[in-house]
């Protein structure tokens, strides 16, 4: 996961223009994926931040995408991995309660309902959890 520099203020209490400053404290080397405006995305690894651009190194070279152009740039994060497939099992063992919650005392084993449900909910993990540390402020128009 990258290193993002805590700045003094808490993270809410940025103003947008300061956003950047989370850009410019990944450290080097850390994955990465850069959004911009016009659709494309970039995944790979920080080469260097700057004040107007985002530089990041990818299996066909070095990309440098201008601030101008970006939309939003997000680094991994195994905490939202953990609780989207945490939540996701919690819907598995759940789901079977809900659509059935007689079941249990009728005599009916709920096992496989539980079992299916916790296979199907685990699926969760699978998508890579990512944290945005910078998304563009609205152009007013």
Avoid at 15 to 43: F, H, I, M, P, T
Avoid at 47 to 52: A, E, L, P
Avoid at 67 to 95: C, F, T
Wanted: hydrophobic fraction near 45%.
């Amino acid at each position: 996961m990258a290193a993002v520099r805590q700045a003094g203020t808490p993270q809410g209490a940025q103003s947008k223009s300061d956003k950047w400053n989370d850009v410019l404290a990944l450290s080097r080397d850390s994955k990465v994926q850069v959004d911009a405006l016009n659709g494309a995305e970039v995944k790979g690894r920080v080469r260097s931040v700057t004040d107007d651009a985002i530089t990041v190194a990818t299996d066909t070279g070095d990309l440098r995408v201008m601030r101008a152009d970006v939309w939003r740039v997000k680094v991994p994060s195994l905490s939202q991995r953990i609780m989207h497939g945490a939540l996701g099992v919690m819907a598995g063992v759940l789901v079977p309660i809900a659509i059935c919650p007689s079941c249990a005392n009728e005599g009916h084993s709920m096992k496989g309902a539980f079992t299916a449900g916790v296979l199907v909910g685990s699926l969760a993990f699978i998508p890579p959890g990512t944290f945005t540390v910078y998304k563009a402020p609205l152009k007013k128009k």
